[in-house]
């Protein structure tokens, strides 16, 4: 009992130790099944959605919402840091490691815990110390992990918040793009009417950097899927959504154009769809409402024929964008009630304004709807 009780606790820090290692050093992702931050995030996740869809839509539901990346970072952390905790103090009390005590006091369970705490925050209080010079070694190596533990936390969240600053980026720059939310018929309407064609392949060329950059850093880091953008209405899988509806759009609609660029970027996007799905292993699923209504796909053939593009006939494209969006969409959709993000339509045809024409300020004097001077829909805008 006492070897199989070595083994356990042993295994326990092991299992600690290595999740840390993947979650945080590994800059790739795992495919092992059992994983403890996995199930840390599932077991966590699905009460705080429960939670905040209990608030009514609003500010207060987007902040629960926005808080828990950033919090689940720091109860990840003191899981860590307790399975280590418990893992070290088992250790000890399978070893029966001597100690010095308080006089009067009673060796068990607890006094272990207790200095296998002090030991792994390095607290050094000194009223209960190992003897023997197993459990000195031990509390060597205890405090050692709990320094290093801390210091590799420490040089994470940097690079972490890097990587979220560099997603935003690009998804403040689509909001005079393409909207907000963004869609992708918005933004190829707008590019079309600054009758600078070669402004889409610029455009799809940094739609695709960013696209490689959202794969790479959200599957070594998938806990940034979780940080909301910092307006409700934005996201970074909008962006995707508008990105890969955009691409779909050139490739179904649109003739005498060159559009070897759309097809990178339309791969690149579908990659990342596809592989976070399998990170997060939710099942695709199909739309219950059509993203891109009839009405909405003739305004829309409308827009661009005025700004000169020229088209395929409607029903090839149709047929060609219809199997192009199977690709793709039921991935964004999987991922949207998942992550409780809005997928955009591929084109809106009501009245919007974008975020860099609004302020809270104007909200409060003038409103919305006396600003007299903005575009009244996204395809009037140049």
């Given at each position: 009992m006492a070897l199989l009780s070595v083994l356990g606790?042993?295994?326990l820090l092991v299992l600690v130790l290595l999740d840390g290692f993947e979650t945080m050093v590994l800059p790739r992702r795992v495919t092992r099944r059992f994983r403890l931050t996995r199930y840390f995030y599932r077991t966590l996740?699905?009460?705080w959605?429960?939670?905040?869809?209990?608030?009514?839509?609003?500010r207060m539901r987007e902040g629960l919402f926005s808080m828990f990346g950033p919090a689940s970072i720091l109860l990840l952390f003191a899981c860590w840091m307790t399975g280590l905790t418990i893992g070290f103090a088992w250790l000890?009390?399978?070893l029966d490691t001597i100690i010095h005590m308080p006089v009067g006091d009673q060796l068990g369970w607890f006094e272990y815990l207790y200095m296998s705490g002090t030991t792994i925050f390095t607290l050094g209080y000194g009223d209960i110390v190992p003897v023997d010079s197993l459990g000195r070694f031990l509390a060597v190596v205890e405090a050692g992990t709990g320094f290093g533990f801390l210091a590799v936390v420490?040089?994470?969240?940097?690079v972490l918040y890097q990587a979220f600053s560099r997603r935003e980026t690009i998804i403040a720059m689509l909001d005079a793009r393409a909207g907000s939310p963004p869609s992708g018929g918005a933004l190829l309407v707008r590019a079309a009417q600054s009758h600078d064609l070669d402004a889409i392949r610029r455009l799809l060329q940094d739609l695709e950097q960013w696209s490689a950059e959202v794969l790479e850093s959200h599957l070594s880091f998938p806990v940034l899927s979780y940080y909301r953008s910092q307006h409700d209405n934005q996201s970074w899988l909008a962006a995707l959504a508008a990105a890969l509806d955009a691409c779909a759009l050139l490739l179904a609609m649109?003739?005498?154009l060159q559009l070897y660029q759309a097809q990178l970027t339309f791969a690149m996007a579908r990659h990342a769809a596809v592989d976070l799905v399998l990170v997060f292993k939710v099942p695709p699923r199909t739309a219950a409402n059509d993203r891109l209504s009839d009405s909405a796909f003739l305004h829309l053939r409308e827009a661009l024929a005025k700004a000169g593009i020229q088209l395929h006939d409607e029903p090839q494209s149709r047929a060609k964008l219809a199997e192009l969006r199977a690709m793709y969409e039921p991935f964004l959709l999987a991922m949207g009630d998942y992550f409780v993000f809005a997928v955009p339509p591929v084109f809106r045809e009501t009245v919007t304004v974008d975020n860099w024409q609004t302020s809270a300020w104007m909200r409060r004097t003038a409103g919305i709807g006396q600003l007299g001077s903005l575009p009244p829909r996204d395809d009037h805008f140049v």
């Amino acid at each position: 009992m006492a070897l199989l009780s070595v083994l356990g606790s042993i295994a326990l820090l092991v299992l600690v130790l290595l999740d840390g290692f993947e979650t945080m050093v590994l800059p790739r992702r795992v495919t092992r099944r059992f994983r403890l931050t996995r199930y840390f995030y599932r077991t966590l996740w699905t009460p705080w959605k429960a939670l905040a869809r209990r608030l009514p839509p609003g500010r207060m539901r987007e902040g629960l919402f926005s808080m828990f990346g950033p919090a689940s970072i720091l109860l990840l952390f003191a899981c860590w840091m307790t399975g280590l905790t418990i893992g070290f103090a088992w250790l000890h009390w399978s070893l029966d490691t001597i100690i010095h005590m308080p006089v009067g006091d009673q060796l068990g369970w607890f006094e272990y815990l207790y200095m296998s705490g002090t030991t792994i925050f390095t607290l050094g209080y000194g009223d209960i110390v190992p003897v023997d010079s197993l459990g000195r070694f031990l509390a060597v190596v205890e405090a050692g992990t709990g320094f290093g533990f801390l210091a590799v936390v420490i040089g994470y969240l940097p690079v972490l918040y890097q990587a979220f600053s560099r997603r935003e980026t690009i998804i403040a720059m689509l909001d005079a793009r393409a909207g907000s939310p963004p869609s992708g018929g918005a933004l190829l309407v707008r590019a079309a009417q600054s009758h600078d064609l070669d402004a889409i392949r610029r455009l799809l060329q940094d739609l695709e950097q960013w696209s490689a950059e959202v794969l790479e850093s959200h599957l070594s880091f998938p806990v940034l899927s979780y940080y909301r953008s910092q307006h409700d209405n934005q996201s970074w899988l909008a962006a995707l959504a508008a990105a890969l509806d955009a691409c779909a759009l050139l490739l179904a609609m649109v003739k005498d154009l060159q559009l070897y660029q759309a097809q990178l970027t339309f791969a690149m996007a579908r990659h990342a769809a596809v592989d976070l799905v399998l990170v997060f292993k939710v099942p695709p699923r199909t739309a219950a409402n059509d993203r891109l209504s009839d009405s909405a796909f003739l305004h829309l053939r409308e827009a661009l024929a005025k700004a000169g593009i020229q088209l395929h006939d409607e029903p090839q494209s149709r047929a060609k964008l219809a199997e192009l969006r199977a690709m793709y969409e039921p991935f964004l959709l999987a991922m949207g009630d998942y992550f409780v993000f809005a997928v955009p339509p591929v084109f809106r045809e009501t009245v919007t304004v974008d975020n860099w024409q609004t302020s809270a300020w104007m909200r409060r004097t003038a409103g919305i709807g006396q600003l007299g001077s903005l575009p009244p829909r996204d395809d009037h805008f140049v």
